[in-house]
């Protein structure tokens, strides 16, 4: 085994080793720079105490050129490392790079919409790119409009939209154009397509999941309730998922919006029927929350998603 001074060399070859180090260090533009700023409270004894964080600082990148979070060079990613003086010591401290403030607002921004198996198209969409022909479609888009600016204002009156019609008529185009809308003035909100989560919940029963996933929907600041009726209805889905949910939102009174191709009378019937029976007073105890969270509009149009 070779002893420490085989590798590092005798004590005048280690100094001037050192020394080299030192002059390149000190040499550096950024380096130098600081040291001349703060030449005042420097001193040489600094210098060599404090060597290696300059030398930290000499090898990172301190100007930002545009780069993104995950390809930021530095030891801390996302930030640039600054010097300073404190107490006869040189020391260096981290700031949040441009790429990081960057990085930071996309995923708060990604965040404003929670979505679950829903289509691209939908989550992209805007409220002026709602279809206006009939005077039916333009009072919606005006609500819609007038929904959100109270949403943004924090009105208390808001009550939420039941969009009802044909297939492919814009219903889940407007939620998200609603959403989308929404995000712009960074408020969250959260749509579902109503089908696809219950098949997810009942999964959830394998994992654990089902509990945090209701919960997290549940609570939502505003809830967009996507195509709801298309789900089969079972004692379970009505009594343990869109019973309890549709409750705790109007006892909360939180936003909650839906979209349906059916109608109130249409969807009672609905949620009336499974294997199990027809029950027609639990149905009707859900239609009594959604009226009370929503006001029904019919969106009439031909079918845009064969265009």
Same mark, same amino acid.
């Given at each position: ?6 590798? %590092? ?240 939102? %109007? ?35 859900? %239609? ?20």
């Amino acid at each position: 085994m070779k002893s420490f001074n085989q590798i %590092m060399g005798d004590s005048k070859a280690l100094t001037n080793r050192i020394e080299k180090i030192k002059k390149n260090v000190v040499n550096n533009p950024d380096v130098k720079a600081f040291l001349q700023e703060h030449q005042a409270e420097i001193t040489n004894a600094m210098i060599d105490e404090d060597l290696n964080i300059l030398q930290e600082y000499k090898d990172q990148q301190k100007v930002y050129d545009g780069h993104r979070f995950e390809d930021c060079p530095n030891f801390v990613q996302g930030h640039v490392p600054e010097l300073y003086v404190d107490q006869n010591r040189i020391k260096i401290r981290y700031l949040q790079c441009p790429c990081k403030v960057k990085h930071d607002e996309e995923k708060f921004n990604a965040s404003l919409i929670t979505s679950h198996h829903m289509q691209r198209d939908t989550l992209n969409a805007k409220l002026d790119d709602i279809y206006l022909k009939g005077r039916g479609r333009l009072n919606i888009a005006k609500e819609a409009h007038e929904i959100c600016r109270k949403l943004v204002d924090q009105d208390d009156s808001v009550k939420g939209l039941y969009l009802y019609g044909p297939f492919g008529t814009g219903k889940s185009f407007i939620l998200g154009a609603m959403a989308n809308q929404l995000k712009s003035k960074k408020i969250p909100s959260t749509i579902i397509y109503t089908p696809e989560f219950i098949r997810t919940l009942k999964g959830g029963f394998k994992d654990g999941s089902f509990e945090k996933n209701l919960q997290k929907v549940r609570e939502s600041n505003i809830l967009m309730l996507d195509d709801i009726g298309a789900e089969e209805i079972t004692p379970w889905v009505r009594d343990e998922v869109l019973g309890p949910l549709l409750h705790y939102r %109007m006892v909360q009174e939180l936003p909650t919006f839906f979209s349906s191709n059916l109608s109130f009378e249409e969807l009672e019937f609905h949620l009336s029927v499974s294997r199990a029976g027809t029950d027609k007073t639990k149905a009707a105890r859900i %239609m009594e929350r959604i009226k009370t969270l929503a006001k029904p509009y019919f969106l009439e149009g031909e079918n845009y998603r064969n265009d």
